[in-house]
């Protein structure tokens, strides 16, 4: 592979593409259980939400580059800029054009998927305020992610707004029912961040950022990544045993209890922040195969009923 290719994949962090996909994955699922669902539409919205993720991960690499908190005591991988391999002026290209496709891919769904100018206008404006959200996190002069808002923000974007977002422009509607799922996949999106935060606890707190694991201290942010997985998983299960369909459905969601369970047990044992570091891609595949569990509990309700 040329080296110049392989360096942007990495900026880019495949490994976290996942989050991006899961909520729409979720709001997908459920749009086809209530017999509303476009290829199309899904297409679109995982181009667009791939695109998003990757613009998130480009800012984060340039902000925390610039502001000196990707230094050489951080514990988590090395990231483009901090390893010389990217300048901030490529850096500050590769955003630009990064937030061109993904305003292209964003209008061509919203185009495509809705009719009514109301709602085209409310979902450019979301778009916007996605890409504003992915920037300011750690780039500008006041990064809300350095102030501990980053939870909040991952929480109403790849939860929230993800999911119901997502339902919305296949079916043109909004449902009650989505809350529950919405809730689920938001917390499982922040016990993610939470462990990438808990893993660099020491060096953010050195450097000024403020995340919520810093405010916290490293026990109670343990204590919180438990409330996280456990809140998911209980708003998960609630979704499913409320639907009209036999309860033994729903028996293969179990096994993201027990993925949970051993994740939140790792975490719980560690003693230095360090440890923390080889659960980010253990806690991204729980995010994973807990959704997807999710995802075809609900089809197979729906097959049957």
Not at 23 to 44: D, E
Not at 52 to 70: E, F, H, R, V, W
Not at 117 to 139: C, D, E, H, R, W
Not at 252 to 264: D, N, Y
């Amino acid at each position: 592979m040329n080296q110049s290719l392989r360096i942007w994949l990495d900026a880019a962090r495949p490994k976290t593409l996942p989050l991006a996909l899961v909520s729409i994955l979720t709001g997908s699922v459920l749009a086809y259980s209530f017999g509303q669902f476009s290829p199309m539409v899904a297409l679109l919205s995982f181009v667009t939400a791939t695109l998003l993720q990757i613009l998130s991960n480009l800012a984060n690499d340039y902000g925390d580059a610039i502001k000196g908190t990707d230094n050489e005591q951080r514990l988590g991988p090395t990231r483009a800029m901090q390893s010389g391999a990217v300048s901030a002026k490529e850096m500050k290209r590769a955003i630009i054009f990064n937030i061109a496709l993904t305003m292209i891919a964003g209008l061509s769904l919203v185009l495509y998927a809705l009719n009514s100018p109301q709602s085209i206008l409310a979902f450019i404006g979301l778009g916007v305020l996605a890409i504003f959200a992915a920037i300011a996190y750690t780039m500008g002069s006041k990064p809300y992610g350095y102030v501990g808002l980053g939870d909040l923000s991952v929480f109403i974007f790849f939860g929230l707004l993800g999911v119901s977002g997502t339902y919305f422009l296949h079916t043109g509607q909004l449902d009650s029912a989505l809350f529950l799922p919405s809730l689920g996949c938001g917390m499982l999106a922040v016990a993610v961040l939470n462990i990438n935060n808990m893993r660099d606890i020491e060096n953010d707190a050195a450097c000024g950022k403020r995340t919520v694991a810093v405010r916290l201290g490293q026990k109670k942010a343990k204590q919180y990544h438990f409330v996280l997985l456990a809140g998911a998983l209980f708003a998960f299960a609630s979704y499913l045993l409320l639907q009209p369909s036999s309860a033994w459905l729903c028996l293969p969601f179990l096994l993201s209890l027990i993925a949970l369970f051993r994740h939140g047990k790792a975490v719980w044992l560690t003693e230095q922040p360090a440890q923390i570091a080889p659960m980010m891609p253990v806690v991204v595949k729980c995010s994973l195969v807990t959704n997807i569990l999710f995802a075809t509990v609900v089809i197979a309700q729906t097959l049957v009923s």
